[in-house]
């Protein structure tokens, strides 16, 4: 019984510890040092990337055993995306702020690539989606995430972590070739994301057209 309870509720606390490493994420980020013109590491960024990859591993790891163990509850149906969306906007938002603005030869730009509107696009992809996802389950219509939606997360999971990675070593003086990478992944990561909410749109209007509703009164 007592193996039992605790397969049940593992999933569950995964869940919580990410939350929680989401928000020692948003703690470091904000304590981490300005960056234009340091010369050496920033280990804050460095712990950071550690902390994303811990927290995305226990978002594979705790949908993975609430399928195994037949697990899933209303409670982690409702946190395990809540605590996606917080490790990932959380991170974005604070990369987004003075702290990452560094002077290269081109001008001024972001250390981990990701800018301001950037930020948005991810946020507003976030919000459409859970937006159409609520209102369709609260129908009874199982909304559950698509391929894209999939995909789109373990991208964020590789190339988030990456452009901190990239920014904590090489910080404020970086070569040419790094600045390409990490402006090359945000861009990946914003459109991959935003193109990820078609399915979802679709999805939605496949089950709102007229011919689907009469054929499920």
Known sequence: MAAQTWKRQAPNALTMARLVMAAGLVALLANASALDG?????PLLLAAAVLFIVAAATDALDGYLARKWNAISIFGRVMDPFADKLLVLGTVVMLVTPAFEITTDSGRTMATGFTGWMAVVILGR?????????????RGIDFSASASGKAKMILQSVAIPACLLAAGVWAGDRPALVGWAVMTLAWGTTLVTAFSAVPYIQRALRVHSPKHIQENP
């Not at 340091?38 to 920033?42: L, S, T």
């Not at 976030?126 to 609260?138: A, D, H, K, P, W």
């Open 38 to 42: 340091r010369a050496g590491p920033e």
């Open 126 to 138: 976030e919000l459409l989606v859970t937006s159409i996802r609520g209102v369709f389950e609260s």
